[in-house]
Nanobody, 124 residues
Framework: QVQLVESGGGLVQAGGSLRLSCVAS????????MGWFRQAPGNEREFTAA????????FYADSVKGRFTISRDNAKRTVFLQMNSVKPEDTAVYYC?????????????????WGQGTQVTVSS
């Protein structure tokens, strides 16, 4: 089992920045993928960004590419999502997710464990 705890959400003005964190605990593997998904009211949960734990390869949804950066701290088993130049359409609950796989996938079904989510609200 892997437990994920997100933090860092809140209210931010459009154009501002926010950094989300997610700490993993439990039985993590040597090679896995950590991702961020988001879900706005009335919408499905959608892929946002992901990073491979061993090689640090990253992949982003087109909607956040160039504005968001995913990174990790291996020693602390923490993944971050730096959100810059945020827009009102970035408002959503952001979820951290863990995949046992070693290749980045964007499908929700590819992720085995999820955090509880943290709310991000961007005001215009």
């Amino acid at each position: 089992q892997v437990q994920l705890v997100e933090s860092g959400g809140g209210l931010v003005q459009a154009g501002g920045s926010l950094r989300l964190s997610c700490v993993a605990s439990g039985r993590t593997m040597n090679s896995y993928v950590m991702g961020w998904f988001r879900q706005a009211p009335g919408n499905e949960r959608e892929f946002t960004a992901a990073i491979t734990w061993s090689g640090g390869r990253t992949f982003y949804a087109d909607s956040v590419k160039g504005r968001f950066t995913i990174s990790r701290d291996n020693a602390k088993r923490t993944v971050f999502l730096q959100m810059n130049s945020v827009k009102p359409e970035d408002t959503a609950v952001y979820y951290c997710a863990y995949s046992r796989g070693s290749i980045i996938e964007t499908a929700r079904a590819s992720y085995n464990f999820w955090g509880q989510g943290t709310q991000v609200t961007v005001s215009s």
